[in-house]
Each structure stands twice: as C-alpha cells, then as structure tokens.
C-alpha cells in the first residue's frame, strides 16, 4: 500500500515508518519542519513539509497526492508530561487534528484511516481486578475537569473515526495502546530516576499495561492490513505490572537507586497529571488483537523482557556513538 503517515518520526512514528517500509510499503511522511522531513528521508520515507493543525495549509500541500490509507500516530510530547497542560497541544491534536487529517484522507482518496487512541481513554481511575476489553465503555464523562479534558480527546477522535466509516466512505481502525517505552523513550526517566527526581505516590499499588514501541508498530502493520473497519484494539504487552514494580525493576536493571515516595497530596500541587497517571489502575486484554489481527508482541510480550532489551539497545547505541567520536 501507499500510506500517508502523521507522525511517522515520532517515537511511534520512527519505529512504524520502518515497519511498513519492511514490509513492502510505500511511505510518505508529513512533517512540520524541515528537520523532521530529514529524519523522514532517513527512515526511507517521502517527506510533505506541512502543519496538520493549518487545514488550508495541510490540504494545499497533499494536492495530488493519492495513497490507499492514512495513519495518525501524531502528538506535541516531547517528554512526559507532569501538569495537565502539558497534554493540551495532544488534545487538539486528537481532536481538530483528527477532523484534518479526515480532510486529507477523502482528498487523496484513501480507503483505510488508522488512529492512535490510548487504553487512558477508558477512564483515569481504580478499575481494581476489573479486565479492560474493547467492550468496556470508553471515554466516559469524568467528574475531574482537567481530566475530562484529556478524555474527550480521545473520544473526539474515536467518534470522528466511527461517524466516516458509517458514512462509507473510509475504513476507520482505533488502537488503544497501553503506556510506551522504548530505548529513546526511557532516557529520561533514566536521567530523572538518576537525579532522584522521579517520585512515586506512597504505598500505590496501582496497576499499568504497557507495550514496547517496536510491538507497538507491528500492531499498526497489522491492523493496517488485517483489521476490520469500525473497531478498535488494544494493543499492550501479555502482563499488566504494578507501578512500583516496574520501576524498581527498571532501577536494578540499570543499576539505579529505587525512586523515593511521597503521600500523594504531596505530590499533587507539584506533578497533577502524574500523580492521576500514577493513581490510575487498569488491566487491559489484548485477546482481540491477538484474534483478528494475528498479533502478539514479540520483542517484549513483558516489561521483564523489554526493560533489558531497551537497556541493552541504549548501552548498544551508545558505544557506537564513542566509536564514531574517536573516528
């Protein structure tokens, strides 16, 4: 296939572009700014400098062009946000971004619109032994301003995906990934857990699913080419991992003091967004895509395998780097 991808040198975006030119396809790549146009053309895709938040911009810039699918893996986050302002710029784009990138996909005639939702849009909260499946409700009404906010980005997005493809002119697929990591990922909250300025609520037990980026992208691959229009899957790792016990094991692994804990009122006033982050309970299946796109992650089925392999990936990079110095 042709595919349009938003976002394709994000930390999802880098490691799918790959994917789908491994797999046979042919890629072309929106970016912003003409450094990101560069990293698209070192990934090996064809760059289209435009802003997707500028619709008249957007759509003059994709003027003949023509592409069987568009993938929208596109946010604003340059690095963990810790206030709720920090997910803003996110927000529109799942939301106008979204209505944007439905304009372009009717102009360049694409049949499949894939999105990236994510499994927060179940609901901040305790879902205690509850386990999440795409049946479950999503993006219900919050009580929290601030986190209805973020939310209703999310059902922006998915409601907007649903409403074209009862239209029948597109294909709309949603994934619900769990929460990212990855090598390029993990630096800094290597470099904060080194600096003892990462810390977690006292005595949570709060329960997280993640995926690894690389599983992450042969996800997208695979719903791209074998998913059903109008559904959504979750995409995470076989394990959900209690907070505490992720990053304990992140920090032996690397060799690194165990974060320290503070009471969550605490921690509130200072990092608002995290602490809902960190107070957040789910445990999600990913039964739904094992069945109907015939994927399973690979690379990390567990944090136990993907915490080393990201470790491993960085201590690789990082002596090719000296290599090329000395040279």
Known sequence: MKVLIAGGSGALGTPLTRALIAQGHRVLGLARSPESGDRLTRLGAQPILANVMDRDDLLIAVKGVQADAVIHVLTALK??????????????????????????????????????????????????????????????????????????????????????????????IALRYGYFYGPASLVPVLEALHHRSLPLPDGGRAVTSWVYLEDAAAAT??????????????IVDDEPVCNQDFFAFLCQQAHLPRPFSLPGWMMHPLAPLATDFFATSMRVSNAKAGRELGWKPVVAPTYRQGIPQALLALEQQERRSRVGQRR
Request: charged share 20%; hydrophobic share 40%.
């Open 79 to 172: 690095k963990t946000p810790l206030r709720h302002q920090g997910m803003y710029a996110t927000n529109a784009l799942r939301d106008a971004g979204t209505t944007n990138l439905l304009a372009v996909a009717r102009q360049i005639g694409a049949r499949r619109f894939v999105a990236e939702s994510m499994t927060l849009g179940y609901g901040y909260g305790d879902w205690g032994e509850k386990l999440i499946t795409e049946d479950c409700p999503f993006a219900p009404v919050g009580s929290s301003s601030q986190l209805e906010r973020h939310v209703a980005a999310f059902r922006s997005l998915e409601q907007q995906i649903w409403e074209a493809t009862e239209a029948g002119w597109i294909e709309g």
């Open 221 to 234: 691959v695979a719903a791209l080419e074998r998913g059903r229009a109008g559904e959504a899957y979750n």
